[in-house]
Structures are given as C-alpha cells and as structure tokens.
C-alpha cells in the first residue's frame, strides 16, 4: 500500500517516478548535438557523390559505427520523447497505453 500523497502550496509533490526516464533523455539529447553536427557536415560532403563513395565512406568502421550509434540514440530520445508527449496530452488510460504500447 502506498502512501498519501504529499502536498506542498496545494501542489502534488513528485513521487519521483519518471526521473531516471528524464535523465536518460537529456543525456540522449546531450549525446545528439554533436552527433547531428556530424551528419549534417556528413551530408555536406557526400551530397554529390558517386556510389562508390558513398560505399566507401560507409566501409569505414568508425563511420558505419557513428552511423549505428546516431540511429540508436536517435530513436531512444524519440521513444522518451513521445512517451512524453502521450502521458501529458492523451487524456484516456486505454488509449495512452496502447498508444506507449506502440
């Protein structure tokens, strides 16, 4: 059984649940900003190119690894993100665990 909740001005205090989830999004935001500023620069420079320099430049490990490192920080931050934007906006229970679901 949990406690009552706590109040404070009439405000209810957060119980903290949630706040590792914030954590791990500003640091996914954090870990974005230079990330973004190198595939823009990526773009940049491979706008134009050939196929085989498109393959080659993905034929580096440390390319393909950023690569693969963008995309999974990429869809964590939108994954907390959204499940945000649900929990504050989607006034229905059902409807926003099925909607988290997806």
Known sequence: MSAAPKFKN???ISERHG????K???L???ALMP???????????????????????F??????????ITAVVFFLFASLA???IIE???PAPSSRKALITV
Do not use: H, M, Q, R
């Open 24 to 26: 791990i999004e500003k």
């Open 82 to 84: 959204w499940k945000v």
């Open 19 to 22: 706040a590792g989830e914030w």
């Open 10 to 12: 009439n405000v209810k």
């Open 59 to 68: 034929g580096n490990p440390l390319n393909a690894g950023l690569c693969a």
């Open 35 to 57: 990330l973004s500023i190198w595939v823009a620069s990526t773009g940049f420079t491979l706008a134009g190119a050939d196929f085989a320099t498109v393959a080659a430049w």
């Open 28 to 30: 996914a935001l954090a």
């Open 88 to 90: 504050d906006y989607v």
